[in-house]
């Protein structure tokens, strides 16, 4: 059974780089039925796709955040990584990674609040 | 790219039946038979409901069905029941490897 846990600081300074982990248990990271998605939802707000990535190829980012976004995968470490640079507080939200299959996201994390605050 | 649109509230009786509408471009929606949908409680991450337009995942009730016609897909709950109150939203493949959810629909169980 396939799982993943979302890490990193809850909390980032304006203008800083938020980075989150997501650590992913249960099977490979490097599986072909799975590739890797970050989406975030902000307080009382709706979902937002921030990018996805799959073990072995290029990332496909959100438009809206291509320039301030990177994510990457460490096969040794089972883990996928988010980094967003130049965090403003628009960036708060609660970040959620997500194993997907065929542009579906079927197993989600618990996801993980990040405030972005002086 | 924009936001798939959704009502943002929708409402029925237990028992009764409820279709929630998702509306995007041939861009998206129309172009691609790769809508999902997804249910959100307070404070949860989201489950899916529904992919591929009409499939559903192992473990989620025949109750809910999807549909697609042009640029819009639908989700329908059948048998309403209180559990099926929550945050309901579409996301849909766009191309080049990107994704689009909607706004999100507040279905609430009278």
């Known amino acids: 059974q396939l799982q993943l846990q979302e890490s990193g600081p809850g909390l980032v300074k304006p203008s800083e780089t938020l980075s989150l982990t997501c650590t992913v248990s249960?099977?490979?990271?490097?599986?072909?039925?799975?590739?890797w998605t970050w989406i975030r939802q902000p307080p009382g707000e709706g979902l937002e796709w921030i990018g996805s990535?799959?073990?072995?190829?290029?990332?496909y980012y959100n438009p809206s955040l291509k320039s301030r976004v990177t994510i990457s995968v460490d096969t040794s470490k089972n883990q996928f990584s988010l980094m967003l640079s130049s965090v403003t507080a628009a960036d708060t939200a609660v970040y959620y990674c997500?194993?997907?299959?065929?542009?579906?996201?079927?197993?989600w994390g618990k996801g993980t609040t990040v405030t972005v605050s002086s | 790219q924009s936001a798939l649109t959704q009502p943002p509230s929708a409402s029925g009786s237990p028992g009764q039946s409820v279709t929630i509408s998702c509306t995007g471009t041939s861009s998206d929606v129309g172009g691609y038979n790769y809508v999902s949908w997804y249910q959100q409680h307070p404070g949860k991450a989201p489950k899916l409901m529904i992919y591929?337009?009409?499939k559903r995942p192992s473990g989620v009730p025949d109750r809910f069905s999807g549909s697609k016609s042009g640029n819009t897909a639908s989700l329908t709950v059948s048998g309403l029941q209180a559990e099926d109150e929550a945050d309901y939203y579409c996301s849909s493949y766009a191309g080049s490897g990107s994704l689009l959810f909607g706004g999100g629909t507040r279905l609430t169980v009278l």
């Open positions: 997500a194993g997907t299959s065929f542009y579906h996201m079927d197993v």
């Open positions: 591929e337009v009409t």
């Open positions: 249960g099977g490979s990271i490097s599986s072909s039925s799975h590739y």
């Open positions: 990535v799959y073990y072995s190829g290029n990332p």
